[in-house]
Structure formats: structure tokens, C-alpha cells
């Protein structure tokens, strides 16, 4: 008992065991358990671990009329092979429990699997929702600044994913703030078309900015594309590095904000009254 028992738990330690979030389709009926449905349903999940580890997204069906069961899986595109099984298959078996909603979608940190009675395979549809984890990250200090920059970077890996066809639908980015970075994912399906791709970002973007406007990290995840930053690298990938462009004047600005950093030096050093009253009335300035 104690072996099965270990190998599990490393197993969930290894993958991020918690789902982000499970979503029961209201308007579907319920399939009862040792139906044609369940078996069916049981048949596809049984597949999707390995089919998926093989390129990150895998979708197919089984059974016929009534029970037949539509099934899609994806993995995060930075994940290696083992790491896409290892998630697969703990959401596998992990959408089994709670409702029985003949469709239902469960996202993980590094993967998600879609049932359904009905065949959505290439159908963009936006079904944007919050993980709790949202609500775990601290705010930030300059919250208007800090969404034009983020915005900037998220249009930019939006573009990416959906229009560079190598990127098959996946894109990373970071982009300075302040003196740190912000990260930046986004991913959609790689079933659904390129302006199909573009518009279910912007309704996700629309959705973080609406969650997470203002906090150091947000995830919105959705049927056929995710959404994400943090103040922290959290992804494997090579990374485009952006810079936010500076507004018209940038070289007047950069060389007022180089005066300003050294008359604070100054202040800093010898505490001169007169000097210190230069700084805020420069920032000011350089801020228009
Ligand atoms: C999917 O998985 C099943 C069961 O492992 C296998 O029989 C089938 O050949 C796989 N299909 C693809 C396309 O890999
Ligand atoms: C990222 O790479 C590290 C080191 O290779 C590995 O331990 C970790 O599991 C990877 N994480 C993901 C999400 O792929
Ligand atoms: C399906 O089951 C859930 C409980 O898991 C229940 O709340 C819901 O009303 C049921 N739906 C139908 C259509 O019976
Ligand atoms: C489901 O829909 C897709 C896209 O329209 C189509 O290619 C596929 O053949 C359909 N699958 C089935 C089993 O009808
Ligand atoms: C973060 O900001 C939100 C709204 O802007 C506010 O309700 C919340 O109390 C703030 N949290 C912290 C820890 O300051
Ligand atoms: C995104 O930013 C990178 C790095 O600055 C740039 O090379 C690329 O052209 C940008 N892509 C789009 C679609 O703007």
C-alpha cells in the first residue's frame, strides 16, 4: 500500500496537483455512472496522457450517436513530453470527480482537458474564467504605468502566437519595469484559426486586466487560450526580450531622468536641502 501511496504523492509534488480551476457545462445533462457515456468518456481519457505528450495538443472522439464523447487535451508550450504526460494524466483523473456534466473543462498550471457530447474541435468559443490564485498576488506599486507596459507586452506575444506560424499558437515575452521584468505567456489551441486565436486573447486580456489590473501576477484561462504574467519567470522557453517605447521627446526625457538620478545621488550623499527640492519638480516634468 505504502508504494502506491509514495510514488503518487511525488508524482502531484512533481506536476502542480491542484487544478487552477474546473468548469461543469450548466446546460449539459448529466451522464450517470456505467453508462455507454461514462465508458466512452473513460475510453478518451485513457488515451489523451501519451497522444498528447506527443506534440502538446491531441484531440479525437469515441463511440457512436448519443454517447459518442469529443476529447481535446493540451500541455503548456514549454513543458517537455514527460512533464505534458504527468499533468494529462492526474487531470484525467481528476475531471472524473465532482459533477457529471456531459462537458466540463479542467485547467492545470501546465495543462487542460475538454469533454463533450457535442464536437467543438476548431470552434473558437470565449469561456474566460479566474483561478483563485489571482487573488493571492500582491499589488504593485505603480498600477497605471505598470498596465500600459504589460499591455504593451501581451499585444505584442498576442500578435506572435497568433500570426507566426512556428510559434504554433505560443508565445513568452518579458519586457523591463522599474528594475525588474514583467513575464509574459500566452497560448492558445492550435485547432482554432489565426484571427480566431487573436480575438479569444483579447477577451482574455480584457478579462486579466479586469482581475489582475494593478497585481503582480494574474492568470485567465479559457476553452482555447490562456493568459498570464508574473513579476518571475515561470516558464522554460527562450524568451523574446521587448523594451516599452518611450513616448515622443524619449532622448530629452532619458537625459533629464540621468540629471535627476544623479543630483538624488547627491542628496544622498551630502543631503542638500536645495538640490533634494530639485528632484520632485523634475520628475514632474519628465512625466507629461
Ligand atoms: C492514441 O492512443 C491510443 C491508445 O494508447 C492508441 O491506440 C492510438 O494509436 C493513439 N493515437 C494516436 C494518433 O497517437
Ligand atoms: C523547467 O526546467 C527545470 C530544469 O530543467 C525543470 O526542473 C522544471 O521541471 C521545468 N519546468 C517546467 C514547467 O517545464
Ligand atoms: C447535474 O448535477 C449537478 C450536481 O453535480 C446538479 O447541480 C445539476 O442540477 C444536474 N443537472 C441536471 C441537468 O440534472
Ligand atoms: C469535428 O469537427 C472538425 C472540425 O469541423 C472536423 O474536422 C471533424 O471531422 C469532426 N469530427 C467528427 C467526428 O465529426
Ligand atoms: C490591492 O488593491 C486592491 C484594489 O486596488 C485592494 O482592494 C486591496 O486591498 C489591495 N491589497 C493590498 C494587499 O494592498
Ligand atoms: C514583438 O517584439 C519583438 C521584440 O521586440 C519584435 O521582434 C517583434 O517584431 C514584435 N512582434 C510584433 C508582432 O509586434
Redesign the pocket.
Known amino acids: 500500500m505504502l508504494s502506491m501511496i509514495i510514488p503518487l504523492f511525488m508524482l502531484s509534488t512533481l506536476t502542480n496537483a491542484n487544478p487552477l480551476f474546473t468548469y461543469?457545462f450548466?446546460d449539459?445533462?448529466?451522464y450517470t455512472a456505467n453508462s455507454q457515456f461514462e465508458d466512452n468518456l473513460q475510453q478518451i481519457l485513457q488515451w489523451l496522457p501519451s497522444n498528447t505528450s506527443v506534440t502538446g495538443f491531441y484531440t479525437n472522439s469515441f463511440g457512436d450517436g448519443a454517447d459518442r464523447v469529443y476529447g481535446e487535451a493540451l500541455c503548456r508550450g514549454d513543458v517537455t513530453p514527460t512533464i505534458c504526460q504527468n499533468c494529462i494524466k492526474i487531470a484525467s483523473q481528476e475531471i472524473l470527480n465532482?459533477?457529471?456534466?456531459e462537458e466540463k473543462i479542467i485547467w492545470y498550471e501546465l495543462c487542460q482537458i475538454h469533454y463533450s457530447f457535442q464536437n467543438f474541435s476548431s470552434l473558437m468559443v470565449y469561456t474566460g474564467k479566474y483561478p483563485d490564485s489571482n487573488n493571492l498576488e500582491k499589488n504593485v506599486s505603480n498600477p497605471s504605468h505598470f498596465n500600459e507596459v504589460l499591455m504593451y507586452l501581451m499585444d505584442n506575444l498576442s500578435s506572435e502566437a497568433s500570426f507566426t506560424p512556428s510559434k504554433r499558437k505560443f508565445a513568452v515575452g518579458e519586457i523591463k519595469f522599474s528594475k525588474s521584468n514583467i513575464y509574459g505567456l500566452v497560448q492558445c489551441t492550435p485547432d482554432i484559426k489565426e484571427s480566431d486565436c487573436r480575438s479569444c486573447i483579447t477577451f482574455a486580456l480584457g478579462d486579466l486586466k479586469a482581475c489582475c489590473q494593478g497585481r503582480q501576477g494574474g492568470i485567465v484561462v479559457s476553452r482555447n487560450c490562456n493568459v498570464r504574467f508574473e513579476l518571475y519567470r515561470f516558464y522554460n522557453a527562450t524568451s523574446m526580450s521587448l523594451t516599452y517605447p518611450s513616448p515622443a521627446g524619449g532622448k530629452w526625457k532619458t537625459g533629464m531622468v540621468v540629471a535627476v538620478t544623479c543630483i538624488s545621488a547627491l542628496c544622498n550623499s551630502c543631503t542638500h536641502s536645495v538640490l533634494c527640492c530639485l528632484y520632485p519638480v523634475e520628475e514632474r516634468r519628465t512625466r507629461r
Open positions: 461543469c450548466n449539459a445533462i448529466n465532482g459533477c457529471r456534466s
